[in-house]
């Protein structure tokens, strides 16, 4: 069964540490939402598991299903199973959306295995109608011109297209309206499976109203600090973070 294993994390950008030893484990079938202040390195996790350059890997490991997760590179992530929803995609001139998802899609599968035409426009058409997205986006450029919601939803698309053993959303509810809330989260439940499981990083409770996950956690000055059940996304919405910081006698 897959497993995303992170132990100890230590990771820096601009050679300051924001990620102080993290250590969380995602299973196939386990929906888990990190939550937590602006600032604290959520993206940062994010960004290292994906394996962005400008952040560099103090200590610690990462493994997916046993495999050194931080030795590949980002092709081989992606190959690996593991994707990312970001919180602010990048628009790629001259490449349109279907030639992307194409050849991730092939990408994966491999030499000899690629997904036939038909049944790739066939599975495309399928997914954009599930998200209700307009059939023109298929030969758009990739984001370039989407507006926030539409780059979100587009994230969505790719991942039900690669149906990655671990997905990682980090602030895909930001910027959207409650109807394109649920669609996203549709998507999201949609892919559920014993085999596949979700980090869902997210600032607000909102999303989770439409996605119940099996774990939150709580992540300050780059560590969980806390994790429970979905009821502690509740407490955050209501309270705020500074009752945690006063149980652990954290300070600013
Ligand atoms: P969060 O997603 O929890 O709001 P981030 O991971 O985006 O937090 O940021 C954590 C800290 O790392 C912040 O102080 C931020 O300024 C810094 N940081 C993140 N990415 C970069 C970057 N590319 N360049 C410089 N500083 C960065
Ligand atoms: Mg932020
Ligand atoms: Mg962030």
Do not use: C
């Amino acid at each position: 069964n897959t497993t995303l294993r992170i132990d100890q994390l230590r990771a820096s950008v601009e050679g300051k540490e924001i990620l102080k030893g993290l250590s969380l484990e995602v299973r196939g079938g386990e929906i888990h939402a990190v939550m937590g202040p602006n600032g604290t390195g959520k993206s940062t996790l994010a960004s290292t598991l994906m394996g962005h350059p400008k952040y560099e890997v103090l200590g610690g490991s990462v493994t997916l299903n046993g495999e050194d997760l931080l030795e590949m590179d980002v092709d081989e992530r992606g190959r690996a199973g593991l994707f990312l929803a970001m919180q602010y995609p990048s628009e790629i001139t001259g490449v349109t959306n279907s030639d992307f998802m194409r050849s991730a899609i092939n990408a994966g599968r491999g030499e000899g295995n690629e997904i036939s035409l038909m049944k790739f426009i066939r599975l495309m058409e399928a997914n954009m109608k599930t998200l209700e997205m307009n059939p023109e986006f298929m030969h758009r450029y990739l984001n370039e011109g989407f507006s926030g919601g539409e780059k979100k939803r587009n994230e969505i698309l790719q991942m039900m297209m690669l149906q990655p053993k671990i997905t990682i959303l980090d602030e895909i509810d930001s910027g959207l309206d409650i109807d394109a809330l649920r669609i996203v989260a549709q998507g999201v439940n949609s892919l559920r499976s014993a085999d596949r499981g979700f980090l869902i990083i997210t600032h607000y409770q909102r999303l989770l109203d439409y996605i119940t996950p099996d774990f939150v956690h709580i992540m300050m000055q780059g560590r969980i600090v806390k994790s429970g059940g979905p009821e502690l996304a509740q407490r955050l919405e209501a309270e705020g973070y500074e009752w945690v910081k006063e149980e652990l006698g954290i300070e600013d």
